[in-house]
């Protein structure tokens, strides 16, 4: 028998969440125009997001606050003339990607994991992202460069862990994830399927039936880590995903960046651990920024954060403290952040 819900992807009819991805706002002058803010600024966003266009579901912007310039959803999001400032220290690969390669689409950095680009589309573009200039189109691992990475995760019983991640691997449909972890399944040493999505929080319309019904039928044991920086990203619609999600039997983690103006105090982090609590998601990282051009406005002191998680420690059960990470191009694994003696 042939579900409904399967039927709902075919391309003659967009399911709603491709639907409301399509509908995503592109255009600067048309987000100020919905937030109710002044145009001035328009000239330096389109010079920013000439490098690296707007893009943001509705959904997520219905979200902010109308008439705040500095809202902590918007400054995630918004283009701005300080991402034109060029810094010697912040560079176009800061995470060492492109060394890590293992040919299209694989990047293995650390024992027993290897993280597959799925894809290189997401429904948000995140201004801060470390994968802001990551060269996708030859890098990723779309369908029929896959078998290369799957030949490759085969060959190599040392991986148990295949953690999906792009771009945001949930933008591809239903069906290629099927076929996807369907492959996955056959090879005898992969244990766990990661899948490192923020596609749940900024378009929760992509946590369907159809979704559901894929996860569910996945054998493998899952996790999904997803990405939060900001308790107000969490609303009824993202709960309610979390909770569906959660019911597929998935472990559902977070990782955060912390970013300046927009997560830097002690009330958001731990007003946002408390929201990913309440939405049954556990904090995992929260990791300091990748020194990517065009991000150096969001950069927070790491002696700065070291003094957040303390205070964090005094205020919350161990469980709701995130370990604050580094990524460093080379380590075995991402480098915990202490205050130097
Ligand atoms: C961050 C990352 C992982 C995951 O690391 P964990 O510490 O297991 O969360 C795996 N592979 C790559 C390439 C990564 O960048
Ligand atoms: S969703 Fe993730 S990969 Fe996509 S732009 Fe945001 S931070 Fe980058």
């Not at 399944?185 to 766990?192: T, Y």
């Not at 996860?215 to 920086?229: C, D, E, S, T």
């Not at 303390?310 to 191009?329: C, F, I, N, S, T």
């Amino acid at each position: 028998m042939i579900a409904a819900t399967s039927l709902s992807n075919q391309p003659q009819e967009p399911a709603r969440w491709q639907q409301a991805l399509a509908d995503a706002i592109t255009d600067p002058a048309e987000l100020l125009s919905v937030l109710g803010l002044d145009q001035g600024s328009l000239p330096g966003m389109r010079a920013a997001a000439r490098d690296f266009p707007l893009r943001v579901p509705r959904g997520f912007v219905a979200r902010m606050r109308r008439g705040d310039p500095f809202d902590p959803l918007l400054l995630q999001i918004l283009p701005t003339a300080a991402e034109l400032i060029a810094r010697a220290d912040f560079g176009t690969d800061p995470v060492g990607d492109l060394g890590s390669r293992q040919g299209a689409g694989l990047l293995q950095k650390y024992a027993g994991r290897s993280l597959l680009i799925a894809t290189g589309a997401c429904a948000v573009h995140c201004r801060y992202c470390f994968r802001r200039h990551f060269p996708y189109d030859e890098e990723t691992a779309s369908s029929h460069a896959w078998q290369g990475a799957l030949d490759r995760l085969s060959a190599d019983s040392a991986v148990q862990e295949v953690i999906l991640s792009g771009g945001d691997p949930l933008s591809l449909n239903d069906r290629r994830l099927a076929q996807l972890t369907t492959a996955l399944q056959d090879i005898p040493h992969i244990k766990r399927l990661r899948i490192h999505t923020r596609q749940p929080i900024v378009l929760p319309e992509r946590v369907d039936a159809g979704l559901l019904d894929w996860l569910a039928g996945v054998r493998l044991q899952k996790v999904i880590v997803l990405h939060v920086n900001h308790a107000r990203e969490i609303d009824g619609q993202v709960v309610k995903a979390c909770q569906d999600l959660a019911g597929t039997g998935a472990t559902l983690l977070n990782q955060s960046v912390l970013l300046a103006g927009i997560n830097d105090s002690v009330e958001a982090l731990s007003d946002l651990s408390e929201a990913l609590m309440a939405a049954g998601v556990l904090p995992y990282y929260l990791h300091v920024l990748d020194r990517v051009s065009g991000a150096s406005h969001f950069d927070v002191q790491e002696r700065v954060a070291c003094d957040l998680i303390d205070q964090l420690v005094a205020r919350l059960p161990g469980y709701l403290v995130p370990k604050l990470v580094r990524e460093v191009p080379g380590m075995s694994s991402k480098t915990p952040v202490t205050k130097s003696p």
